[in-house]
Structures are given as structure tokens and as C-alpha cells.
């Protein structure tokens, strides 16, 4: 399963009309939207990216769109991999392990002030 934002942009005289079609649509979900700059967000979803595109451009050819275009996809199958490979890592760096390894040569990035206080 795949899910996408969409931006999609009218002008603010159309907003109306653009979101009910977003509404009603079996498309996409509204999600907000901006009348004074014309802009709306909604979600699409697919089982895989042909079926997302075919999606957007439905979405693109809408009454009253201006521009519709893809900001942040989410991909099932990736987001899995990428579990199952930080699952296999060690999540101790070689080199913490390392004996030759000096402490004024770890960089630490954090903030334990917050932490400890």
C-alpha cells in the first residue's frame, strides 16, 4: 500500500468548488485547505505507484485545478526493507568497540544537560 500528500492549487474564487470535488471524489482525502491562497492538501492512496499516478493525474484534469502535484509518498514495501535492515545492524558502532578507539576522538551529538537535569 501506498499513500501520498498532494498539493493542489486553484484560484481562492474556486477554492469551493475544488475542495467538494476533492471531498466527493473516490480519488483522494481533503485534508486542509488555505481559500485566500487556493491551495489544498489531500491524500491519495494505491497499491503501488501506476495506481497513485493515474490517481494525480485524475486529480491534475479536476474542474478548476490549477496544479496538482506529489509532496511526500509513503511506499509499504520500502519502509520494510529499511526496518529489516536496521534490525540487522549492530546498533553499536565498530569503532565504540574498537579498543584503539580514544574518547577525545567519539564526536557525540546529543544534549544530556536536558536529560539529566
Known sequence: MNISSIVVQCKSENFDKVKEWC???DICDYHFGDKAKG???VTIEGEDVGEEIEKLKQIQVAPFVIAAD???TYQEDML???I???QEQDPVPAFLNDPNTK???I???GDLKKKLI
Open 84 to 86: 529489516k535492515n536496521l
Open 80 to 82: 520494510d526493507e529499511e
Open 103 to 105: 574518547a577525545e576522538d
Open 39 to 41: 491551495k489544498i492538501i
Open 23 to 25: 471531498e466527493k471524489s
Open 107 to 109: 564526536v557525540y551529538h
Open 70 to 72: 506529489m509532496m511526500m
